[in-house]
């Protein structure tokens, strides 16, 4: 494989603390030299002044739709080269697929899958219960041997706490976290936008914010017995920031992670713009918003992840209460996260890169990934801050549309993109010297 030298750049590194300009050299797939690097033989220089080089962007939440019984809205191979557009090099993929990953040769195939055509690193989660149904445990024993990264029953929560506590038990027999979908379904019977003055105006059921909390505190104490990782999926309300608070200054291994959509967008889009709005859990107030970068701000909230959703047309163009919930994100996630934390002065670039690399990175205990290393796999975004352009859904490496953001206009970009050595995005303004 030929030399790559990516030249002139800002290199951060968020693991390390590094942070100056220099030249980073790519050979078989590893980084050879991050100092004083130059071509051993013919290469390729290529030309990264003004621009950030980081590790390469980590996604511990997304949907893809395969592997799959019959239709898919969006397979590894699209899911992974939307991935790789938005710099996005490792994702974790949640399995509420059909069928549901509750089985090892899934894992094992989606794993396959991944390594064969993914545009990106494809690791798989594993669900807690057969079925996601919440009635029988799964076999995490074989799934987690077979490689799933996490437990997680994404989609829906696992209610009983017999079952949840067992699957904190798996978790920390076999040192993988626990990711939770947390929505208490009793209490969301029927509802499909925040709880509050807009819901009432649209006359639309109700989502409150305590279906979200109730579980954080339920599993947060059934964990305390435990001591597994547990981590909260796509927060959206400020009170499961406190709860996390107070979890991590109590010491307890407690994480939770933030999505671009509810940093942006308040359950006034509902009314809006309609489904495109239609979250799970859903979009709350800009008092939420407040909270959750106040979490983000002072290392509550330690990872960044998109609950990348793709969904065919016809399932959101529908009346509020039957469209289908979520979005997809990876395409446009990093100039969304720069919108709501860079340039709204919550974070600057290394703490923002460090919760989608290292942090995100350590949560799935894969301290190989989210570095920069001499010797370590060449995973690397190279990030122009600058670049302005406007989201357009139809440019998306994602099969699916649904995008609330397509049209705004955003600053900052993934512009090029390398997994494992190999250049998997590139935009047509890189330049080669
Ligand atoms: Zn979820």
């Known amino acids: 494989m030929s030399e790559i030298l990516l030249k002139g750049g800002r290199i951060i590194d968020p693991a390390s603390g590094f942070d100056a300009t220099g030249d980073i050299l790519i050979a078989d797939g590893k980084i050879q030299s991050l100092s004083n690097a130059s071509l051993q033989s013919n290469g390729q220089i290529i030309d990264c002044e003004g621009c950030i080089v980081s590790p390469g962007l980590i996604d511990i939440h997304v949907h893809f739709r395969e592997p799959s019984s019959g239709n898919h809205e969006e397979t590894i191979l699209s899911g992974s ?198 979250m799970n859990p859903p979009l709350r107030e800009q008092h939420d918003i407040d909270a959750l970068k106040e979490g983000i701000a002072d290392g509550t909230i330690t990872i960044l992840a998109t609950d990348h959703a793709p969904h065919p047309e016809a399932s959101k163009d529908r009346p509020f209460s039957e469209a289908s919930f979520g979005i997809v994100g990876l395409d446009c996630a990093l100039a969304l996260y720069a919108k709501a934390l860079i340039q709204d002065g919550v974070l600057d670039w290394p703490s923002m890169l460090a919760m989608m690399t290292n942090q995100p990175a350590d949560l799935i205990r894969r301290p190989d990934l989210g570095r920069l290393t001499e010797g370590g796999v060449a995973d690397i975004t190279v990030i122009d801050p600058r670049c302005a352009w406007t989201i357009d859904a139809h440019a998306f490496g994602s099969a699916g549309r649904n995008c609330p953001f397509d049209g705004w206009n955003v600053t900052g970009k993934a512009i090029l993109t390398m997994y494992g050595g190999k250049v998997t995005h590139a935009e047509a303004s890189m330049n080669s010297l």
Do not use: Y
């Open 81 to 278: 080269k939307s991935a790789s557009q938005g710099g996005f090099t490792t994702v974790c993929t949640m399995p509420n697929t059909t069928p549901a990953m509750d089985d090892p040769m899934l894992i094992t195939e989606a794993i396959h899958i991944g390594d064969e055509v993914g545009r990106c690193r494809v690791l798989p989660t594993c669900c807690a219960t057969i079925g996601r149904k919440g009635e029988t445990l799964a076999l995490l024993d074989a799934m987690c041997n077979a490689g799933a990264i996490a437990i997680t029953d994404d989609g829906d929560v696992v209610e009983c706490d017999e079952l949840m506590t067992a699957s904190l038990e798996a978790c920390k027999k076999h040192n993988v976290p626990f990711m939770q979908h947390c929505q208490d379904p009793k209490q969301t019977v029927g509802g499909v936008m925040n709880a509050g003055a807009i819901q009432e105006e649209l006359g639309l059921g109700a989502w409150p914010r305590i279906a979200e909390e109730s579980i954080v505190e339920r599993d947060i104490t059934l964990n305390q017995n435990v001591g597994a990782s547990w981590h909260a999926q796509h927060i959206s309300s400020g009170g499961t920031v406190e709860l996390i608070r107070q979890a991590r200054s109590r010491g307890e291994s407690i994480s939770g992670e933030a999505s671009p959509h509810h940093l942006l967008l308040t359950d006034a889009a509902c009314r809006d713009i309609g489904t495109m709005a239609k």
